[in-house]
């Protein structure tokens, strides 16, 4: 595994252990907060660098962890009993719909045999930025 695969599971880790004491200030406020950092963090994922990418990839992570608890509480707070139901497994099916978006877009990239085209290719920014348009 790379340093930068595993600063953003490190970060999605943190995040999950953490937001706790974020969501006790506000379910909302937590999630519009994170959700305008989550734009910052790609910043440092742009600058072809390993160190700053893998900063940019753990506070991504550590932000997308924050959101997805706060949205599920807020989702379990707001939502009536009766579409608890319908609106708790939209929320998985497209955080799973993120994940096959995200393997998709990884057909972009050249095959990993290429090392030329590797190194010539920058559609990396393209995964890496993605997460804007969110």
């Known amino acids: 595994m790379t340093l930068i695969e595993a600063a953003a599971i490190l ?20 999630y519009l907060i994170f959700n305008f950092l989550g734009i910052f963090t790609i910043i440092p994922q742009m600058i072809e660098n390993p160190i700053s990418i893998a900063i940019g990839r753990f506070l991504f992570g550590f932000c997308s962890a924050t959101i997805c608890n706060a949205g599920t509480k807020m989702i379990d707070e707001i939502v009536p ?3 608890l139901g319908k609106y708790g497994a ?5 955080m799973t719909l993120g994940m096959l978006n995200s393997i998709i877009l990884g057909l972009l990239l050249p095959s990993s045999i ?11 920014r393209i995964l890496y930025g993605f997460p804007i348009i969110y």
């Open 81 to 83: 009993v009766k579409q």
């Open 90 to 94: 939209a929320t998985s099916i497209f």
């Open 11 to 30: 970060g999605m880790a943190i995040g999950s252990l953490s937001c706790g004491n974020f969501i006790k200030n506000g379910r909302r406020k937590t």
């Open 114 to 124: 290429d090392y030329e085209g590797q190194l010539q290719n920058e559609t990396w």
